[in-house]
């Protein structure tokens, strides 16, 4: 990932990348070990697209889909679960989970890193 971002002229933006992508692929990697595939466990998918904003400074977005339809919020006494927060507060709050819908389902989350 330092590569790829370097190659794209934003090796600034590794820190908050870097966390953002473990939250993210933690969480659907916890969530997918529930989820029951007929071929197995269910993969999880990760893409960075990497550009210029509207303003011209760099932007990166990171997008994850796993098999979990749902996301969970932590309760008050859960030890883990608060990683949604971390994304949001790197991502300057940029940042959203929809249903793609198709044969596979699952869930996709997305966050927008438009500053390092």
Not at 87 to 105: A, E, H, K
């Amino acid at each position: 990932m330092r590569n790829v971002l370097a190659e794209w002229g934003l090796g600034d933006f590794t820190e908050a990348v870097t966390l953002i992508v473990s939250e993210l692929v933690a969480n659907s990697v916890v969530a997918t070990e529930k989820v029951v595939w007929e071929g197995g466990r269910p993969p999880v998918r990760l893409w960075l697209l990497g550009g210029s904003g509207p303003s011209g400074s760099g932007e990166v977005m990171v997008v994850v889909w796993d098999a979990v339809p749902e996301p969970r919020d932590a309760g008050v006494a859960d030890v883990s679960g608060r990683g949604l927060g971390i994304v949001s507060m790197l991502s300057g709050r940029q940042w959203d989970c929809y249903l793609p819908g198709g044969p596979d389902g699952g869930k996709v989350t997305r966050a927008l890193i438009d500053h390092p």
